[in-house]
């Protein structure tokens, strides 16, 4: 399938048994509910979008997960696994953010960013400015072993869950991103990197610690999208990751700073992206 190039994405309440397996995070840029880093939430259900700012620099973050299915043929596989990406509800805990899609409740392990059922849950990371991602860090890790829909599993093992990243790496700067309120799209995660996105890692180890090292090499983008593990070998071998972010390390692209006077926050545009791209396709469907 051939598309023009658009760019279209884009409770669990911690208690006792669960809160003893967080780790201890140092991250530079913390999305801990308990720190003043975090700064402050907007909307509610799908539209819940976190605004921070650090170093003079703007933050917004959202969720996002390949759950839809609703009456979308070409949104299914042939296994009959949603494909298709659309938003989703952004958590916070005392462990970080966790990700509730529309396939899921506010349960463990499903309050989490997860990958279980294959449906992908990641966050965007929108940035006033340029940036590079070295490291995630995890304040709840898990990977659990033949996961089923009643919450049941053979084991689980903390600290070994992986995460994926990609980056927006486009060259017409003019292209913004941003959150907006609920809609969804026809395009995958995979069908990203034909609009714009590259796929930083899909599947990076956290080696038994809450840190997550990211090798990014010299990429800076102001767009970033941080989820579990999309390795679909992890699902056939019925192991499914399962992360809350708790914050970031990450370095200012000294080599292209931003303009004198600091632009806020990219402007809500997702919506209209999203839109455009399935306008399109129905066309020349």
């Not at 070409?74 to 298709?84: A, M, P």
């Not at 899609?101 to 929108?126: A, C, F, K, R």
């Not at 070998?233 to 499914?240: F, H, I, P, Q, V």
């Not at 000294?254 to 919506?271: E, F, K, W």
Request: a negative charge; aromatic letters at 10%; one cysteine or more.
């Amino acid at each position: 399938m051939k598309y023009t190039k658009i760019l279209a994405i884009v409770g669990l309440a911690l208690s006792g048994n669960a809160f003893a397996g967080n780790s201890t995070v140092s991250p530079e840029w913390s999305f801990l509910s308990s720190s003043a880093e975090t700064g402050s939430v907007s909307g509610s259900g799908v539209n819940t979008v976190i605004h921070s700012v650090k170093d003079g620099i703007s933050l917004e973050i959202s969720a996002w997960s390949s759950s839809l299915h609703n009456n979308v043929a070409s949104c299914k596989d042939s296994h009959g696994q949603d494909l298709c990406i659309q938003r989703s509800q952004l958590t916070q805990y005392n462990g970080g953010l966790g990700v509730i899609n529309g396939d899921e409740g506010n349960d463990t392990p499903n309050h989490s960013i997860d990958n279980n059922n294959q449906d992908y849950d990641m966050v965007l990371l929108s940035f006033s400015e340029e940036i590079n991602i070295s490291s995630l860090y995890t304040g709840w890790n898990y990977q659990y072993n033949h996961l089923n829909s009643d919450g049941t599993y053979t084991s689980r093992s903390y600290n070994d869950a992986g995460a994926s990243v990609m980056a927006f790496t486009d060259t017409n700067s003019a292209v913004s991103l941003s959150s907006s309120s609920n809609n969804y799209s026809t395009l995958s995660w995979a069908d990203l990197t034909s609009v714009g996105w590259t796929n930083i890692g899909s599947d990076f180890s956290s080696n038994g610690s809450g840190e997550i090292a990211v090798s990014s090499g010299n990429t800076y983008s102001k767009y970033w999208l941080v989820g579990a593990a999309h390795s679909i070998e992890r699902d056939a071998g019925n192991l499914t990751d399962h992360i809350k972010l708790a914050g970031i390390s990450f370095a200012q692209n000294v080599n292209n700073p931003p303009p004198s006077t600091q632009v806020n926050a990219p402007a809500t545009a997702l919506m209209t992206f999203l839109i455009a791209g399935f306008a399109l396709y129905r066309r020349k469907s």
